[in-house]
């Protein structure tokens, strides 16, 4: 039976320096999920490229999001999430879609802190932000039923989404008191999106009957802005 290929076996193939997966982890531990710099960048930016491409062996889309979802929880920063939209763009089945949607919530809802940080920001900068993507990304996301923990994150970081998707969202928080600071932050997110086309009535309403300190910072912004 032919060994399984590991992150490993792809970094000693791409260079003949003795660069070790594990210190690249460490590099992002210790830098606090920061891009990667120099020659780390460029290890991680071949490698991701590699299974694009298909340098170390032939893949389905799935297994290709599974691999960049291996190479992210090993190294949690956006230079290697970046590589999910990449693939998404080239344009992947339903399946792939959906799998790699999945994904994202199982780190949303189990991953470690810095794994969590790099999805929201993956999803905010690239699939959310971009208007070619964001209703259906958000849709597409939205419909496997994320946790509690993680629809949070996710309304949180979505204010590129058109308000229009999120508004039933909204009026979910609103419906409870324990996640009107929830609700501010998310209002206080859409209204400062140049892409978040809030609907300032709706926001209005609820933002008036919220039971959160107006020194909290977004309302304090909300007041000032809505």
């Known amino acids: 039976m032919k060994p399984e290929l590991t992150i490993q076996h792809m970094l000693d193939n791409l260079s003949n320096q003795a660069v070790k997966a594990s210190d690249i982890t460490k590099w992002i531990k210790d830098n606090n999920g920061s891009v990667l710099e120099d020659s780390f960048w460029d290890f991680n930016n071949e490698l991701c490229e590699g299974i694009l491409s298909e340098r170390w062996e032939i893949l389905t889309d799935i297994e290709k999001f599974k691999r960049l979802f291996e190479v992210i929880q090993l190294w949690p920063c956006y230079s290697t999430a970046t590589f999910l939209p990449r693939l998404h763009m080239d344009g992947v089945s339903s399946e792939a879609e959906t799998f790699c949607w999945q994904q994202m919530l199982l780190i949303l809802e189990d991953g470690s802190p810095l794994q969590r940080r790099t999805i929201e920001y993956v999803l905010w900068v690239d699939f959310f932000e971009s208007q070619a993507t964001s209703a259906k990304a958000w849709n597409g996301i939205m419909s496997l039923n994320p946790n509690k923990k993680a629809k949070e994150r996710l309304l949180v ?10 508004k039933r969202f909204y009026h979910e928080l609103f419906n409870n008191p324990d996640d009107h600071e929830t609700l501010a932050e998310c209002l206080a997110r859409s209204l400062d999106d140049y892409y978040g086309d809030i609907d300032r009535t709706d926001a209005k309403a609820m933002y008036v009957e919220l039971k959160v300190k ?5 309302m304090s912004y909300l007041q000032k802005e809505l």
């Open 157 to 166: 970081n979505s204010g590129p989404v058109p308000y229009v998707e999120k």
């Open 214 to 218: 107006h020194t909290n910072t977004f």
